[in-house]
Nanobody
Framework: QVQLVESGGGLVQPGGSLTLSCAAS????????MGWYRQAPGTQREFVAQ???????IYADSVKGRFIIFRDNVKNIIILRMNSLKPEDTAVYYC???????????WGQGTQVTVSS
């Protein structure tokens, strides 16, 4: 089974920054659009950002202008740089390959991001 390993979460003050990383298998990474998702308590998991094999990026309206997604093609990782963090960004963040009908493989453990003063 393909492994997805998210890391980099933690506690940060409003207005602060945090960088998340997602390690994926080489085949999954190279052939598919890769994306970040998040889920806050009592809510549905939602799309955050994605990046295609060629580097094309798409962001959810809620994070556009604050978050940046990019690929490290040497290490096979997807990075999410989160700036100007707000309390409403608090959630467990997950990565996955993005398919037309949803994620293409099993979810990893996710990484907790808490924005609070």
């Amino acid at each position: 089974q393909v492994q997805l390993v998210e890391s980099g979460g933690g506690l940060v003050q409003p207005g602060g920054s945090l960088t998340l990383s997602c390690a994926a298998s080489g085949s999954l990474f190279s052939r598919n659009v890769m994306g970040w998702y998040r889920q806050a308590p009592g809510t549905q998991r939602e799309f955050v950002a994605q990046i295609g094999p060629g580097g094309r990026m798409i962001y959810a309206d809620s994070v556009k202008g604050r978050f940046i997604i990019f690929r490290d093609n040497v290490k096979n990782i997807i990075i999410l740089r989160m700036n100007s963090l707000k309390p409403e960004d608090t959630a467990v963040y997950y990565c996955n390959a993005v398919g037309v009908d949803g994620p293409l493989t099993s979810w990893g453990q996710g990484t907790q991001v808490t924005v609070s003063s």
